[in-house]
Nanobody, 126 residues
């Protein structure tokens, strides 16, 4: 069983920044897609960003383009999500996810994703 451990969530004011981390101890991230899915209160889960395995392709949800940056450190078995210019509508529980491809991660309501973390809460509020 793959364990994913997220950290870095918290309360931040609008316009602020946070960096989320997801570590997968004992699991190689080299050839898998890793990404972030979020779920706001009362809303469906939505894919936020994903970075594919191998020669990576990086994808973002339109509403976070230019504000969020995903990156991975395979040696540390960790993926990051740098979030800048945060907005109240970014408030959600953010989940780390692993799958063979990015498509399921970016469309979490349509597919069963292979592995999930337990999530970390991000609250954007003044």
């Amino acid at each position: 069983q793959v364990q994913l451990v997220e950290s870095g969530g918290g309360l931040v004011q609008p316009g602020g920044s946070l960096t989320l981390s997801c570590t997968a101890p004992g699991f190689s991230l080299d050839n898998v897609a890793v990404g972030w899915v979020r779920q706001a209160p009362g809303k469906e889960r939505e894919g936020v960003s994903c970075i594919s395995g191998g020669d990576p392709t990086i994808l973002y949800k339109d509403s976070v383009k230019g504000r969020f940056t995903i990156s991975r450190d395979n040696a540390k078995k960790t993926v990051y999500l740098q979030m800048n210019s945060l907005k109240p509508e970014d408030t959600a529980v953010y989940y780390c996810a692993i799958d063979t491809l990015c498509h399921p991660i970016l469309n979490p309501t349509l597919y069963d994703i292979d592995y999930w973390g337990k999530g970390t809460l991000v609250t954007v509020s003044s």
